[in-house]
């Protein structure tokens, strides 16, 4: 999905689709982020009320993607509306709510078939073997998917969704056990907040030999 940067930088994405989309990525990232920056200190419904000061910068920010000011409204309250849906959303929640090490926008960078690669996932973790679960034992790397297919079913989805973000979720995993070493439990998770959901895998320390 696409990234909205904190300091004002220029609209950016990582996947194809249309303007609309990206920016509406971008914005919903940017909220999410937010969210989980609130929460360190704010309970969920304060950090709800909170996330309302974004609504002028994001409005502005968006128009400067060239949108119109009917449209960057438009984008604004739908992006609102993914992150409130998702701060409501127990397994959201749980994404979003402070965890050991946790991190949003992480960037790292590691050496990857003789390569320098830089990764950045949205939001990186230690918490329980499962969602939701007690426990710091396991590092949970997950990424955000706003894009969908409006009366699509999610269930017959996320299957196919799956394959196509996989490879990438483990290259972040091959990063992060080197860092700190390749008997790490890693859980990689994608979750797609304008379904509320939450799609998570164990990725085996053979998917991310290097």
Same mark, same amino acid.
């Given at each position: 999905? @696409?990234?909205? @940067?904190e300091t004002g930088d220029p609209l950016y994405s990582r996947e194809s689709g249309g303007v609309e989309s990206r920016v509406l990525g971008l914005a919903a990232h940017a909220l999410l982020e937010k969210l989980a920056l609130l929460r360190i200190t704010h309970t969920w419904e304060n950090a709800r009320a909170a996330l309302e000061d974004e609504r002028p910068r994001l409005a502005a920010q968006i128009r400067a993607a060239g949108l119109s000011r009917i449209? @960057?409204?438009r984008l604004t309250e739908a992006a609102l509306a993914v992150a409130v849906a998702t701060s409501h959303n127990p397994t959201g929640q749980w994404v979003l709510d402070p965890h050991l090490e946790a991190d949003s926008e992480v960037r790292w960078t590691g050496l990857l078939g003789g390569e320098i690669r830089n990764v950045q996932a949205d939001r990186v973790f230690r918490a329980g073997p499962e969602p939701l679960e007690p426990g710091d034992g396991v590092w949970w790397i997950v990424d955000y998917k706003? @894009?969908?297919t409006p009366g699509s079913n999610p269930d017959a989805a996320v299957s196919a969704l799956r394959s196509v973000f996989a490879p990438q979720l483990e290259v972040y995993a091959r990063v992060l056990r080197q860092m700190h070493g390749n008997a790490t439990t890693i859980r990689a998770g994608l979750y797609y907040p304008r379904w509320t959901l939450l799609d998570w895998w164990e990725i085996p320390a053979s998917a991310a030999a290097f």
């Open positions: 999905d @696409a990234r909205l @940067a449209e @960057a409204a706003t @894009a969908f």
